[in-house]
């Protein structure tokens, strides 16, 4: 059974994607529980916890709010569009982003606006599922917004930026970068700022959480690059990490299938300077998520790629490839690293638990379900992960850890 510690060792308000800029959704405790709840449809949405609770959305519209004990649900929540964004969970509310990855762009390309029908933000009650406040977007809410400076802060597929009240979501302003977001993320920086990125204006900007100003804009990325809008990047006080992909040797878009190569890059926090950018593997670009989403603990830099079956570690400093391993599948979610050990899912349909050290294998489960970009948490001594085939899993780290190829 779980202990009272998955009751009380996270924090109440979980006000960004993965709890912390790191990406490093790890929460402390012992316990260890398994258990399977099967959901209404695929799920893109990372899970957030608080209070012993699992919440998480899927893509068919519901949001759910699973004991952690035994994966029982407490209450579920059906609106009209998808719910792809992590769920922020913040006094008392859980908040998450309704919208689809419809792309109304003609020809391919880079998308010039993502979403159609209902795009809204919409805050539930963490007790009772009901819903407290609806604010309408102008493109999708797919990319999960943060609480910055007491501000609700949004990047929509219609290259907008918002700020809202997030008790009542009254609108307080609204920008438009001219950039467009999709299954990205708005990552704190500072105790005032945030961070987020796009593409058709292949950039990232810095932004006053509390005026919508905007501070920086990092130079920008290839007019051939991709991905860019749908990584959730991650931060350690000094630098901002993020991934996109981009045909080698290309000066358009890569056509869905063709060969593109993956890269990893780091900003400098304060300026935007780019760092370091580093071609990782290739493979085929994919038709959605094109990008992995970066970790950082311990000075390394953890991450995966949508196009080829590789995990990377990178000095988070410079750049430098300290250990690359090859797996089963594509890794498009976060990992979760806890006591020098990887632990995520790929897209060939394994949980896995690398050396965080050196990339060896420890242990590989074989499901029977791939993982997309809903990235897992450790609660206690538990993976807790959404599926491509709806279901939710609680599998001990301890069972991840014995499996063997």
Same mark, same amino acid.
């Given at each position: 059974?779980?202990?009272?510690?998955?009751?009380?060792?996270?924090?109440?308000?979980?006000?960004?994607?993965?709890?912390?800029?790191?990406?490093?959704?790890?929460?402390?405790?012992?316990?260890?529980?398994?258990?399977?709840?099967?959901?209404?449809?695929?799920?893109? $949405?990372?899970?957030?916890?608080?209070?012993?609770?699992?919440?998480?959305?899927?893509?068919?519209?519901?949001?759910?709010?699973?004991?952690?004990?035994?994966?029982?649900?407490?209450?579920?929540?059906?609106?009209?569009?998808?719910?792809?964004?992590?769920?922020?969970?913040?006094?008392?509310?859980?908040? $998450?982003?309704?919208?689809?990855?419809?792309?109304?762009?003609?020809?391919?390309?880079?998308?010039?606006?993502?979403?159609?029908?209902?795009? $809204?933000?919409?805050?539930?009650?963490?007790?009772?599922?009901?819903?407290?406040?609806?604010?309408?977007?102008?493109?999708?809410?797919?990319?999960?917004?943060?609480?910055?400076?007491?501000?609700?802060?949004?990047?929509?597929?219609?290259?907008?930026?918002?700020?809202?009240?997030?008790?009542? &979501?009254?609108?307080?302003?609204?920008?438009?970068?001219?950039?467009?977001?999709?299954?990205?993320?708005?990552?704190?920086?500072?105790?005032?700022?945030?961070?987020?990125?796009?593409?058709?204006?292949?950039?990232?900007?810095?932004? @006053?959480?509390?005026?919508?100003?905007?501070?920086?804009?990092?130079?920008?990325?290839?007019?051939?690059?991709? &991905?860019?809008?749908?990584?959730?990047?991650?931060? @350690?006080?000094?630098?901002?990490?993020?991934?996109?992909?981009?045909?080698?040797?290309?000066?358009?878009?890569?056509?869905?299938?063709?060969?593109?190569?993956?890269?990893?890059?780091?900003? @400098?926090?304060?300026?935007?300077?780019?760092?370091? @950018?580093?071609?990782?593997?290739?493979?085929?670009?994919?038709?959605?998520?094109?990008? &992995?989403?970066?970790?950082?603990?311990?000075?390394?830099?953890?991450?995966?790629?949508?196009?080829?079956?590789?995990?990377? $570690?990178?000095?988070?400093?410079?750049?430098?490839?300290?250990?690359?391993?090859?797996?089963?599948?594509?890794?498009?979610?976060?990992?979760?690293?806890?006591?020098?050990?990887?632990?995520?899912?790929?897209?060939?349909?394994?949980?896995?638990?690398?050396?965080?050290?050196?990339?060896?294998?420890?242990?590989?489960?074989?499901?029977?379900?791939?993982?997309?970009?809903?990235?897992?948490?450790?609660?206690?001594?538990?993976?807790?992960?959404?599926?491509?085939?709806?279901?939710?899993?609680?599998?001990?780290?301890?069972?991840?850890?014995?499996?063997?190829?």
């Amino acid at each position: 059974m779980c202990a009272a510690a998955c009751r009380t060792t996270a924090d109440a308000h979980w006000t960004q994607f993965r709890a912390n800029p790191s990406n490093n959704a790890v929460i402390s405790g012992r316990s260890s529980v398994q258990w399977e709840t099967a959901t209404d449809g695929r799920i893109s $949405a990372s899970p957030t916890f608080a209070h012993g609770i699992v919440f998480v959305g899927t893509n068919a519209g519901t949001l759910y709010a699973i004991r952690m004990n035994d994966g029982r649900v407490i209450w579920k929540h059906h609106v009209a569009n998808a719910l792809m964004s992590a769920p922020l969970l913040y006094r008392g509310l859980a908040i $998450a982003g309704e919208g689809n990855a419809d792309t109304p762009s003609p020809q391919g390309g880079a998308p010039r606006h993502v979403g159609t029908g209902e795009s $809204a933000l919409i805050a539930f009650d963490q007790e009772t599922g009901a819903i407290r406040w609806v604010t309408r977007l102008r493109g999708s809410g797919m990319p999960t917004p943060a609480v910055v400076a007491g501000v609700l802060v949004h990047h929509d597929g219609s290259g907008h930026i918002t700020g809202m009240d997030p008790l009542t &979501g009254r609108l307080l302003y609204e920008r438009n970068v001219h950039s467009v977001a999709s299954m990205s993320a708005a990552l704190p920086v500072d105790a005032k700022s945030f961070v987020t990125s796009g593409v058709l204006f292949n950039a990232v900007w810095k932004i @006053d959480a509390r005026s919508g100003r905007v501070e920086w804009r990092s130079s920008t990325f290839p007019q051939s690059a991709s &991905g860019i809008g749908d990584c959730p990047m991650a931060g @350690d006080g000094t630098r901002v990490f993020g991934e996109y992909i981009v045909p080698d040797g290309a000066s358009a878009l890569s056509p869905l299938g063709k060969t593109a190569r993956e890269h990893a890059y780091a900003l @400098d926090a304060r300026t935007g300077a780019l760092l370091w @950018d580093v071609p990782l593997q290739e493979g085929p670009l994919p038709l959605n998520n094109e990008a &992995g989403i970066p970790v950082v603990h311990g000075g390394v830099l953890y991450i995966g790629g949508a196009a080829a079956p590789w995990v990377n $570690a990178l000095d988070a400093k410079t750049g430098r490839i300290l250990w690359s391993k090859q797996i089963k599948g594509p890794v498009k979610d976060a990992f979760a690293v806890k006591q020098g050990v990887l632990y995520f899912g790929d897209l060939a349909g394994y949980l896995w638990a690398l050396n965080a050290r050196d990339g060896s294998i420890i242990g590989a489960k074989a499901m029977p379900t791939s993982f997309n970009v809903g990235s897992g948490i450790v609660v206690g001594g538990t993976f807790v992960i959404g599926s491509f085939t709806g279901s939710v899993y609680a599998v001990p780290l301890q069972t991840i850890r014995d499996a063997r190829l």
